[in-house]
């Protein structure tokens, strides 16, 4: 029988590569390490990537192993799904990964200006009905432009099309320049350039355990990396899409609509 969540919250409290700073602590406790995380914590200069809604953890941990030459850093505020990711990367030894919990509406608290070149977007919850709460949002993207260097990369991973096509449409107002993109990614494809090779190689080569699911059930994987200057006034899109099937894995749309902004 696996371990209860007390006991999850517990081990990591001793986790030396995983940050607490839950909402409801942050406004009394400033994050120290703002601005300073290859210094003090990866002790090098290299690039720190986030997976923003990392869950288990499993693709920061990946990402990490087979790219020794960057930081990763996973963030969720689900520390019981997080546990399995910091546990892994402890007994395995991978130390240019770290683990922050913390809500993602207050991620520019923890980084500092131009900290961060790469952002991981790996199966969010779409929030049909929400529109400032999509990780794709400009809402989100001006904070994201706070910490994350000009021109940095954003990867969108998701098997929702009600989320992709939100995504497309927002890039598509603002003109947001697109290094690849594919509505199926693990369809057989024509040979693209040899930059947009590597992106698909790399979105492919990590499978999240509800990613194994959705393709189980046929559903296609989407992918899209585009660049987020720093410059530019960001512009929602007023465009209805069609919600999918389902809100996410085990759970209903929970709502009679079909459509929505």
């Known amino acids: 029988m696996g371990k209860g969540k007390l006991a999850k919250f517990a081990d990591m409290e001793t986790y030396r590569n995983v940050f607490q700073y839950p909402y409801s602590v942050v406004s009394d406790v400033p994050f120290a390490m703002r601005g300073h995380w290859r210094e003090?914590?990866?002790?090098?200069?290299?690039?720190?990537?986030?997976?923003?809604?990392?869950?288990?953890?499993?693709?920061?941990?990946?990402?990490?192993?087979?790219?020794?030459?960057?930081?990763?850093?996973?963030?969720?505020?689900k520390g019981a799904r997080m546990w399995t990711g910091a546990t892994r990367a402890l007994q395995e030894g991978i130390e240019n990964v770290a683990f922050l919990r913390t809500n993602i509406e207050i991620i520019d608290r923890f980084f500092g200006d131009d900290e961060v070149q790469e952002i991981w977007l790996t199966f969010s919850d779409p929030q049909m009905k929400n529109p400032r709460k999509r990780l794709t949002s400009t809402w989100f993207m001006e904070r994201y432009r706070r910490f994350l260097t000009d021109r940095g990369i954003i990867h969108l991973k998701t098997d929702s099309n009600f989320l992709f096509t939100y995504t497309s449409l927002m890039v598509e107002k603002n003109r947001l320049p697109v290094l690849f993109r594919t509505e199926d990614l693990y369809a057989p494809a024509d040979q693209g350039t040899a930059a947009e090779e590597t992106a698909g190689h790399v979105a492919r080569s990590i499978q999240t355990y509800y990613e194994q699911m959705w393709l189980a059930r046929g559903i296609s994987i989407k992918y899209m990396q585009f660049l987020l200057p720093h410059d530019g006034l960001l512009e929602e899109p007023d465009v209805e899409i069609e919600l999918d099937d389902y809100r996410s894995y085990h759970r209903s749309k929970r709502s009679g609509s079909l459509r929505a902004k």
Do not use: S, T, W
């Open 40 to 77: 003090q914590y990866f002790h090098n200069d290299n690039p720190i990537i986030l997976e923003l809604g990392c869950g288990k953890g499993e693709y920061a941990v990946e990402l990490a192993k087979a790219n020794p030459d960057r930081n990763y850093i996973g963030v969720d505020i």
